[in-house]
C-alpha cells in the first residue's frame, strides 16, 4: 500500500511538474510571440500597406467581348468598379467575330460595370441621336448615380470599331490622334470637347461643351480633351482638362457651366507651346492627367509629362508641387492618383505608365515609400498601367492603355514595416523596390 501511495504522489508531483513545464513553455512561447509582434511594430518602424493581385479578377466576359486599351476607371458608392475602354484599338486578329470570320473576338460595350467579386453588370457604348467621343477617356461615377464620360480624341470619328473599313489597306490617315494613342497639345479643330452625362444604362442625360467647339484654355464654354472627371464634397465637377487644354476646370453638373479654371501654380491657363520633361515649368503640360480630390480640402494635379504633381485648394489656390521620376521620358511618370481608405488618407497611390510601378507615397510628408508592379504581362505586373482606384476595403484596381488592354485588382494584404516589404522583394508577381533618392 505505502508503495502504491508514493507512486501515486510521485505520479501526482510529475503531472504537477509537466503542468507547469507546459503552462512555462506556452507563456515563453506567448512573449516571444509579443516580443515579435512589438519588434515588428516597434516605434519608430515605419509601417506601409501591401497588396497582391487577385488573379481571377474581373470573371470572363460573354459574348466574344473582349477590352482594348482601357483608359478609364471608377469605384460608385456601392463599391462596384467601372471602366471605359477604347473598342477601336483592338487589333485585326483581335475581332474576327465583329466582321463574321470566326468565333472570336468582338469588342464589349465601351462602358462595362463590375461588382466586387468581378461579375459583369450594367454595359452600354454609342447609340445614335447624341454626340459620343472619337477616343473614350475617363469615367466617374457621381453620388447619385449618373455616369460621365471624358474624352481626348482631336481626329474626328474614324469607321466602326472592328469593320472591314477599320482595316482597309489603303485606308487614308486620319488627322490627330490616333485611336488608342495619348498624344497631347493638338492644334486646330479638337473633337472631343465635351463631357458627357448619362444614367447607368446608357441614357444620355447631358453635356459640357459641344464637338470640335473649343477655342483653346481660356474657353468658358467648353473643354479640350479630359482626362479624367471627378467631384468636390459639394457636388462641384472637377476636370483634368487635359490632352488638348492646359488647366484644371471647374464646373456645376447641373447648369453645365464653368464655375473656375486654373494653370500651373494657380495662374491663367496658357496654350503657348511647352516643352516636355521640365518639373519647373511655368505652365502644365499635356496631359494634365488628372486632378484628384483628398478629403481635407485638396486637389493633387498630375501635371504627367511634366513629371510633377502639383497641390492646390478646391479654389484653385496653389499649395506645393512634388517631383516623381524627373528623369522618365516618354509618357511621364504622374499618371493618375488614388488614396488609401483610412480617415487621414495617409497613404496615397501614384500610377505610373512609363515607368511601371504603382507608388506608395507617405500623403503628409509627401516622401515615397515604396513602389510596386514592373513590366510584364503577368497578373501584377504592367504595360501601359493609366487609371487607379481604391474601394472601401482598401483594394487598389488599375488599368492599362495601348496593348495593356486589361483592368486589374489588388488586394490589401494589411500594413508591414517597411524593411520587411523591401526585403520581400516580389508579392505575387509584382516585383517591389525602394524610392528613388
Given at each position: 500500500?505505502?508503495?502504491?501511495?508514493?507512486?501515486?504522489?510521485?505520479?501526482?508531483?510529475?503531472?504537477?511538474?509537466?503542468?507547469?513545464?507546459?503552462?512555462?513553455?506556452?507563456?515563453?512561447?506567448?512573449?516571444?510571440?509579443?516580443?515579435?509582434?512589438?519588434?515588428?511594430?516597434?516605434?519608430?518602424?515605419?509601417?506601409?500597406?501591401?497588396?497582391?493581385?487577385?488573379?481571377?479578377?474581373?470573371?470572363?466576359?460573354?459574348?466574344?467581348?473582349?477590352?482594348?486599351?482601357?483608359?478609364?476607371?471608377?469605384?460608385?458608392?456601392?463599391?462596384?468598379?467601372?471602366?471605359?475602354?477604347?473598342?477601336?484599338?483592338?487589333?485585326?486578329?483581335?475581332?474576327?467575330?465583329?466582321?463574321?470570320?470566326?468565333?472570336?473576338?468582338?469588342?464589349?460595350?465601351?462602358?462595362?460595370?463590375?461588382?466586387?467579386?468581378?461579375?459583369?453588370?450594367?454595359?452600354?457604348?454609342?447609340?445614335?441621336?447624341?454626340?459620343?467621343?472619337?477616343?473614350?477617356?475617363?469615367?466617374?461615377?457621381?453620388?447619385?448615380?449618373?455616369?460621365?464620360?471624358?474624352?481626348?480624341?482631336?481626329?474626328?470619328?474614324?469607321?466602326?470599331?472592328?469593320?472591314?473599313?477599320?482595316?482597309?489597306?489603303?485606308?487614308?490617315?486620319?488627322?490627330?490622334?490616333?485611336?488608342?494613342?495619348?498624344?497631347?497639345?493638338?492644334?486646330?479643330?479638337?473633337?472631343?470637347?465635351?463631357?458627357?452625362?448619362?444614367?447607368?444604362?446608357?441614357?444620355?442625360?447631358?453635356?459640357?461643351?459641344?464637338?470640335?467647339?473649343?477655342?483653346?484654355?481660356?474657353?468658358?464654354?467648353n473643354v479640350r480633351g479630359v482626362a479624367q472627371i471627378r467631384f468636390l464634397p459639394d457636388g462641384t465637377l472637377v476636370a483634368a482638362d487635359g490632352y488638348g487644354n492646359h488647366r484644371v476646370s471647374e464646373w456645376d453638373p447641373v447648369t453645365m457651366k464653368l464655375k473656375r479654371m486654373w494653370g500651373a501654380y494657380g495662374k491663367p491657363p496658357s496654350d503657348d507651346p511647352i516643352p516636355h520633361y521640365n518639373p519647373d515649368s511655368p505652365q502644365f503640360g499635356n496631359?494634365?492627367?488628372?486632378?484628384?480630390?483628398?478629403?481635407?480640402?485638396?486637389?493633387?494635379?498630375?501635371?504627367?509629362?511634366?513629371?510633377?504633381?502639383?497641390?492646390?485648394?478646391?479654389?484653385?489656390?496653389?499649395?506645393?508641387?512634388?517631383?516623381?521620376?524627373?528623369?522618365?521620358?516618354?509618357?511621364?511618370?504622374?499618371?493618375?492618383?488614388?488614396?488609401?481608405?483610412?480617415?487621414?488618407?495617409?497613404?496615397?497611390?501614384?500610377?505610373?505608365?512609363?515607368?511601371?510601378?504603382?507608388?506608395?507615397?507617405?500623403?503628409?510628408?509627401?516622401?515615397?515609400?515604396?513602389?510596386?508592379?514592373?513590366?510584364?504581362?503577368?497578373?501584377?505586373?504592367?504595360?501601359?498601367?493609366?487609371?487607379?482606384?481604391?474601394?472601401?476595403?482598401?483594394?487598389?484596381?488599375?488599368?492599362?492603355?495601348?496593348?495593356?488592354?486589361?483592368?486589374?485588382?489588388?488586394?490589401?494584404?494589411?500594413?508591414?514595416?517597411?524593411?520587411?516589404?523591401?526585403?520581400?522583394?516580389?508579392?505575387?508577381?509584382?516585383?517591389?523596390?525602394?524610392?528613388?533618392?
Amino acid at each position: 500500500m505505502r508503495n502504491i501511495m508514493r507512486s501515486r504522489k510521485f505520479m501526482l508531483a510529475a503531472g504537477v511538474a509537466g503542468v507547469l513545464a507546459i503552462l512555462a513553455t506556452g507563456q515563453a512561447a506567448l512573449h516571444q510571440n509579443i516580443i515579435g509582434s512589438a519588434n515588428a511594430q516597434a516605434p519608430g518602424a515605419i509601417m506601409v500597406p501591401v497588396f497582391r493581385a487577385d488573379g481571377n479578377w474581373p470573371k470572363p466576359l460573354p459574348n466574344g467581348w473582349v477590352i482594348g486599351s482601357t483608359i478609364g476607371l471608377a469605384v460608385d458608392t456601392k463599391d462596384n468598379v467601372w471602366i471605359v475602354h477604347r473598342p477601336g484599338t483592338l487589333a485585326q486578329k483581335e475581332s474576327y467575330l465583329t466582321r463574321h470570320e470566326a468565333d472570336c473576338c468582338t469588342a464589349a460595350p465601351d462602358v462595362l460595370e463590375f461588382d466586387q467579386k468581378g461579375n459583369l453588370m450594367h454595359h452600354f457604348g454609342q447609340v445614335a441621336g447624341h454626340d459620343w467621343p472619337s477616343s473614350n477617356h475617363g469615367v466617374t461615377v457621381d453620388k447619385a448615380g449618373n455616369v460621365w464620360l471624358g474624352a481626348n480624341g482631336a481626329a474626328q470619328p474614324g469607321p466602326p470599331a472592328g469593320s472591314a473599313e477599320q482595316f482597309a489597306p489603303r485606308r487614308p490617315a486620319t488627322p490627330g490622334a490616333t485611336p488608342g494613342a495619348e498624344g497631347g497639345g493638338e492644334a486646330g479643330r479638337y473633337h472631343d470637347s465635351f463631357i458627357l452625362k448619362f444614367s447607368q444604362d446608357g441614357q444620355f442625360l447631358g453635356e459640357i461643351g459641344t464637338p470640335n467647339g473649343s477655342k483653346g484654355s481660356l474657353d468658358t464654354e467648353n473643354v479640350r480633351g479630359v482626362a479624367q472627371i471627378r467631384f468636390l464634397p459639394d457636388g462641384t465637377l472637377v476636370a483634368a482638362d487635359g490632352y488638348g487644354n492646359h488647366r484644371v476646370s471647374e464646373w456645376d453638373p447641373v447648369t453645365m457651366k464653368l464655375k473656375r479654371m486654373w494653370g500651373a501654380y494657380g495662374k491663367p491657363p496658357s496654350d503657348d507651346p511647352i516643352p516636355h520633361y521640365n518639373p519647373d515649368s511655368p505652365q502644365f503640360g499635356n496631359p494634365v492627367h488628372c486632378a484628384e480630390p483628398s478629403g481635407d480640402g485638396l486637389i493633387y494635379v498630375c501635371d504627367r509629362t511634366n513629371n510633377r504633381i502639383q497641390v492646390f485648394k478646391f479654389d484653385g489656390s496653389y499649395v506645393n508641387q512634388y517631383p516623381i521620376e524627373v528623369d522618365s521620358r516618354g509618357d511621364g511618370s504622374a499618371w493618375e492618383i488614388a488614396f488609401s481608405k483610412d480617415a487621414a488618407q495617409k497613404f496615397m497611390y501614384i500610377s505610373d505608365g512609363t515607368n511601371e510601378k504603382i507608388h506608395v507615397w507617405d500623403r503628409a510628408s509627401m516622401k515615397e515609400l515604396y513602389w510596386f508592379g514592373g513590366g510584364g504581362r503577368q497578373p501584377g505586373q504592367f504595360y501601359a498601367v493609366h487609371s487607379i482606384v481604391t474601394d472601401s476595403k482598401g483594394d487598389i484596381f488599375t488599368t492599362e492603355t495601348y496593348e495593356g488592354k486589361r483592368v486589374q485588382k489588388f488586394l490589401y494584404k494589411g500594413l508591414k514595416p517597411l524593411s520587411q516589404v523591401l526585403a520581400m522583394k516580389t508579392t505575387g508577381n509584382s516585383m517591389i523596390g525602394e524610392a528613388k533618392p
